[in-house]
């Protein structure tokens, strides 16, 4: 297994955020992960990547757990973790090819990432990473200086550099437009592909993740709803889902867009 | 959730509290506007600026003078570079952004070392100079040493909320994905923070050559030793070239600094 979720449950802040939450996904498996605006998707990916440790459950990445490794070994596991993040984190006044090349900092010793910042000892192999996500020419520009979907881009690029054995991405095309957002997501299926690594996306386009990826797992109010190959998602399941959201892009899928008061359910 | 604005009370007291309390410091400073302009205290500045022209410059005044401005600079960059040192490890050594939230870091290392901190800034760096003097013997070296250490507090106190105040989404992401403390500081942190800290240190650069300066007055060398040799001497001519050369010492000062940081924009 790559990443083993165990009757895990999170509290942040007091609050509960995901709760019992079971899921599996074997080596080489891409998945997307679907539901309404604060169902927990960017707290599930959390758990993944090892930034939140569950306050119950169990939560195995790469046959380990996180939560149970000294510093060095959380270290070496956490290299074979790659996160693309909703709101891209990278310094607005650094350098793309810095911001991209940071991908190593964990392979490689503290000597060689600081000399890099004056003398890129991979400036080819990051550039092949750019031109991978459609942005060749912006190796040099600022990171503030990029618009959104750029910043998103090398934000997707840094991951690719990095190579990891799961690759966990938070909304990776939500500043994309419809087709390069495919085509983004495609360039990260091929990438986990050729290396046999796992992948997990959070989605807000569901017919992105119909369309691309053949399991699909429905998150809603912190709990799994459903965890199912693509094809016996039901557009029942998706009005179940999104019950009480009428923000999605349901009508895309022919599925009636409720009224928010005729479907009970807290919302945010 | 969070659906109520905060008190109106509290957004009130913030608002007020400034005024208010630079009312108290005036209060407490009692400095008295009126006198200041007395027809006396005017006549006495007027006789006294009016000595200062000409400035000396006979050649073993200027010898001299040339002398404590190399004593005052060199002291001012020696003392800045002592107080990098003392601070920028300190800085790293006290902050969240290194140490991470780990309680037991916190504890041991930064509490103790922003107590270190305190008590470095907290004595003037005049105060340093006295006692230093008292250590080392007159001269330069007190100097320095005083400098070094009263900046070196500020510096590492500066650096470090500079560093904290700073997103720390990037610096979260790089750990998280397996990076050292140090590389994710340099690669997360830095590239934002570096004109602040930059522009912190020269500016502190400015205030060093200034005192600098001044700590010649407690017989720590430089310019300060100089006027206060002349102004006892009642020489006023000796004063009045003492200030100019300080005036052109701070003019440069300031234009290295706006260059410095006119390059990092
Ligand atoms: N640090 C935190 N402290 C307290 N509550 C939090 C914290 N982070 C997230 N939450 C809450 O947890 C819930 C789930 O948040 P999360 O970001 O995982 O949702 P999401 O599915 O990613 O939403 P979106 O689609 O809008 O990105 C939300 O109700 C949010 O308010
Ligand atoms: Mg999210």
Redesign the pocket.
Known sequence: MSLSVERASLK????A??QDIDLQLAQGEQVALI????????????LANSSHTPDSGRVTVLGQQPARLGARALKVLRSEIGSVY?VPPLPGRQRAIHAVGAGQLARQPLWRSLLDLWWPAQTAAIAACLRQVALPEVLYQRCGELSGGQRQRVGIARMLYQAPQLLLA??PVSALDPLQGRQMLQVLQDDARSRNATLLV?L?AVDLALELFPRVIG?RQ?RVLFDLPTAEVTPALLQALYAGDETVAAPALDIPVFAGSSVSGPR? | ?RLRHPPLLRGLLQTLALPLLLWLLLLGSQLNFAELFTPGTLATLGKFLADFFPPSHDAFFLKSLGEATITTVAVANLGMLLAFAIGAPLALLSSRVLLGDSPLLLAVLATPIRALLLLLRGVPELVWALLLVRVVGLGSPAALLALGLAYGGMLGKVYAEILESQPQAPLQALRHAGSGRIAALVYGLLPNALPELVSYTVYRWECAIRASAVMGLVGAGGLGQLMDTSVRMLNGGEVGAILLVFMVLVLLTEMVSWLVRKVLA
């Open positions: 942040l802040g007091g609050k955020i995901l539901g309404p605006s604060g169902a927990g998707k960017t707290s599930l990916l959390g909703q938070d909304e959070s807000h998150l912190g945010c | 959730m």
